[in-house]
């Protein structure tokens, strides 16, 4: 398969807001794919992330450059994937001047347009994770085989490129074969926001109320003496928090794959701010600030596989296993109990609580309606498009930030607001500082920014606009802190924001 065609397909994604021409493009592209590997390299193309991961080429090196591009396409795309496999095996002496002429041999033999595509590739600027659901779905298309079956595996193996590459070799039969993996982290289920703690009550029938903690996500897998801890964006970080390590290795089983919390406690036993317990997540050494977890989910336990048992059962697992580190909540509570649970939380300093219901089974990657979140203040996780430099007190500062929301499409984010408020003297230097890194251009009165940081806002509602392209608008939006845990895939969606809008609001799409 010639390069190009990975380079013609990625530009006719991002040409359209339509998904059905999205996935028939992919699609497409996919089964044209024939040579061993094929499928899996170009998937990874179009996901923004080489098989290689870092190859030891920065912005610098792309910078500096000046290759002459190719006036035909004659790349392929297992030629690239060999190349790049090159560079990121190169190392010792002199290994930075051997880099450079692989990356020059590239770039050479490449066309303007995939010179461009390269660069995007190799500096991140590509990596679209909200274009991951079109994706699963142009898998099951080209494979002709279930959408739900390409999702699970995909939520099993957490590798898209390895679950194309089975359905279109092997089909259902082959996506079926994905199980769950001692030391090999799943995508963490997710919860969706509730309107009320009794609305949720009555839409769930038998639930569980859990805290709402203000901490990190974490999973959790042990086999045996051998630990591998994982955060919400399955990045490893065993080496950074030890104490956890201990507290799992001390469990009284022999395997088990657990998911949660963890956060950093005060002397009274009260959260301390979510960015100590974060500052953690980046070490690479032991630190004074202890962190303590709290489970909420087992799905595995002593050699048994309960991702698709319902809670009820994983419950009763977790709680033999965990002991005091589970999560403080209630099964089946009356509806007084439910609100004591969610008085308790908050007076705990916590966010508010989570209901699940307890006859579901764990959904990986899923944002439904099984766990549904329940916080006295409206927050989204919204992605940082730009920021407006001061004034006043605020000159040569930047401030006033405009805020965008997922487009579940693939699209680029969908921009819902502006906000300045909430913003402390802290927060204004380290966002001088730090937005420039991630600058994508720039005009006399505002940086702006690739779609790489979410910040999460507090607001009192939303409401219905033709100020801006997704329809409606936040009202009194306010920041709250940044989510260094957290992806631009995993943003809230401009259906989350529009589905904010109060009753009888509505919102017409421009297309």
Same mark, same amino acid.
Not at 59 to 69: C, F, G, K, M, Q
């Given at each position: 398969?010639?390069?190009?065609?990975?380079?013609?397909?990625?530009?006719?994604?991002?040409?359209?807001?339509?998904?059905?021409?999205?996935?028939?493009?992919?699609?497409?592209?996919?089964?044209?794919?024939?040579?061993?590997?094929?499928?899996?390299?170009?998937?990874?193309?179009?996901?923004?992330?080489? !098989?290689?991961?870092?190859?030891?080429?920065?912005?610098?090196?792309?910078?500096?450059?000046?290759?002459?591009?190719?006036?035909?396409? &004659?790349?392929?795309? #297992?030629?690239?994937?060999?190349?790049?496999?090159?560079?990121?095996?190169?190392?010792?002496?002199?290994?930075?001047?051997?880099?450079?002429?692989?990356?020059?041999?590239?770039?050479?033999?490449?066309?303007?347009?995939?010179?461009?595509?390269?660069?995007?590739?190799?500096?991140?600027?590509? #990596?679209?994770?909200?274009?991951?659901?079109?994706?699963?779905?142009?898998?099951?298309?080209?494979?002709?085989?279930? +959408?739900?079956?390409?999702?699970?595996?995909?939520?099993?193996?957490?590798?898209?490129?390895?679950?194309?590459?089975?359905?279109?070799?092997? +089909?259902?039969?082959?996506?079926?074969?994905?199980?769950?993996?001692?030391?090999?982290?799943?995508?963490?289920?997710?919860?969706?926001?509730? /309107? /009320?703690?009794?609305?949720?009550?009555?839409?769930?029938?038998?639930?569980?109320?859990?805290?709402?903690?203000?901490?990190?996500?974490? *999973?959790?897998?042990?086999?045996?003496?051998?630990?591998?801890?994982?955060?919400?964006?399955?990045?490893?970080?065993?080496?950074?928090?030890?104490?956890?390590?201990?507290?799992?290795?001390?469990?009284?089983?022999?395997?088990?794959?657990?998911?949660?919390?963890?956060?950093?406690?005060?002397?009274?036993? !009260?959260?301390?701010?979510? *960015?100590?317990?974060?500052?953690?997540?980046?070490?690479?050494?032991?630190?004074?600030?202890?962190?303590?977890?709290?489970?909420?989910?087992?799905?595995?336990?002593?050699?048994?596989?309960?991702?698709?048992?319902?809670?009820?059962?994983?419950?009763?697992?977790?709680?033999?296993?965990? +002991?005091?580190?589970?999560?403080?909540?209630?099964?089946?509570?009356?509806?007084?109990?439910?609100?004591?649970?969610?008085?308790?939380?908050?007076?705990?300093?916590?966010?508010?609580?989570?209901?699940? /219901?307890?006859?579901?089974?764990?959904?990986?990657?899923?944002?439904?309606?099984?766990?549904?979140?329940?916080?006295?203040?409206?927050?989204?996780?919204?992605?940082?498009?730009?920021?407006?430099?001061?004034?006043?007190?605020?000159?040569?500062?930047?401030?006033?930030?405009?805020? +965008?929301?997922?487009?579940?499409?693939?699209?680029?984010?969908?921009?819902?607001?502006?906000?300045?408020? &909430?913003?402390?003297?802290?927060?204004?230097?380290? *966002?001088?500082?730090?937005?420039?890194?991630?600058?994508?251009?720039?005009?006399?009165?505002?940086?702006?920014?690739?779609?790489?940081?979410?910040?999460?806002?507090?607001?009192?509602?939303?409401?219905?606009?033709?100020?801006?392209?997704?329809?409606?608008?936040?009202?009194?939006?306010?920041?709250? !802190?940044?989510?260094?845990?957290?992806?631009?895939?995993?943003?809230?969606?401009?259906?989350?924001? !529009?589905?904010?809008?109060?009753?009888?609001?509505?919102?017409?799409?421009?297309?």
């Amino acid at each position: 398969m010639l390069f190009a065609d990975v380079v013609a397909t990625s530009e006719a994604v991002a040409a359209t807001r339509s998904r059905l021409t999205k996935v028939a493009a992919l699609a497409g592209l996919l089964r044209r794919a024939g040579e061993p590997g094929e499928i899996e390299t170009a998937v990874a193309f179009l996901a923004g992330a080489p !098989r290689q991961g870092r190859i030891g080429a920065g912005w610098r090196t792309l910078a500096e450059l000046d290759i002459a591009p190719a006036a035909e396409p &004659g790349l392929t795309v #297992r030629r690239v994937d060999e190349l790049l496999d090159a560079v990121a095996r190169t190392s010792g002496k002199g290994s930075g001047a051997r880099r450079t002429e692989l990356l020059g041999s590239l770039f050479g033999a490449a066309t303007v347009a995939e010179q461009r595509f390269l660069h995007r590739l190799l500096t991140g600027e590509l #990596r679209q994770g909200a274009l991951e659901g079109v994706m699963l779905d142009a898998i099951a298309a080209a494979g002709e085989v279930p +959408g739900e079956a390409v999702r699970r595996a995909f939520m099993l193996s957490g590798r898209l490129a390895a679950t194309a590459a089975a359905a279109l070799a092997g +089909g259902a039969a082959a996506l079926g074969e994905f199980g769950l993996e001692l030391g090999r982290p799943v995508r963490p289920m997710l919860a969706s926001p509730a /309107s /009320s703690l009794a609305e949720a009550l009555t839409e769930l029938g038998s639930c569980a109320v859990e805290y709402k903690l203000d901490g990190a996500r974490i *999973q959790v897998h042990r086999d045996g003496d051998e630990v591998h801890i994982y955060t919400r964006t399955l990045r490893e970080i065993t080496g950074a928090v030890p104490e956890l390590v201990a507290l799992v290795r001390a469990l009284p089983c022999r395997s088990i794959v657990l998911d949660g919390e963890t956060l950093a406690l005060s002397d009274d036993g !009260r959260p301390r701010p979510f *960015q100590e317990t974060m500052s953690r997540f980046g070490a690479t050494s032991e630190r004074e600030l202890l962190l303590h977890p709290y489970f909420f989910d087992c799905l595995h336990l002593d050699g048994a596989d309960l991702i698709d048992a319902p809670l009820r059962e994983r419950t009763a697992a977790l709680r033999g296993a965990v +002991g005091e580190l589970v999560i403080p909540g209630v099964l089946d509570p009356t509806a007084e109990q439910a609100d004591a649970v969610l008085a308790g939380a908050l007076a705990a300093g916590h966010e508010g609580v989570v209901v699940k /219901s307890l006859d579901t089974t764990y959904q990986a990657g899923r944002r439904g309606k099984a766990w549904q979140k329940v916080k006295p203040v409206h927050t989204l996780d919204l992605v940082v498009l730009a920021a407006e430099w001061g004034h006043g007190r605020r000159t040569g500062l930047l401030s006033n930030l405009h805020l +965008g929301a997922r487009d579940p499409d693939g699209g680029p984010p969908v921009m819902v607001g502006k906000t300045f408020k &909430g913003l402390t003297d802290e927060l204004l230097a380290w *966002q001088t500082s730090e937005f420039p890194k991630h600058e994508d251009h720039r005009t006399e009165w505002a940086v702006h920014l690739k779609p790489e940081l979410v910040v999460e806002i507090a607001l009192d509602g939303v409401q219905v606009s033709t100020r801006y392209p997704g329809g409606v608008a936040l009202r009194f939006a306010r920041v709250v !802190r940044y989510r260094p845990d957290k992806e631009p895939a995993d943003a809230d969606t401009i259906d989350a924001v !529009r589905a904010l809008l109060p009753a009888g609001g509505q919102v017409v799409d421009p297309d």
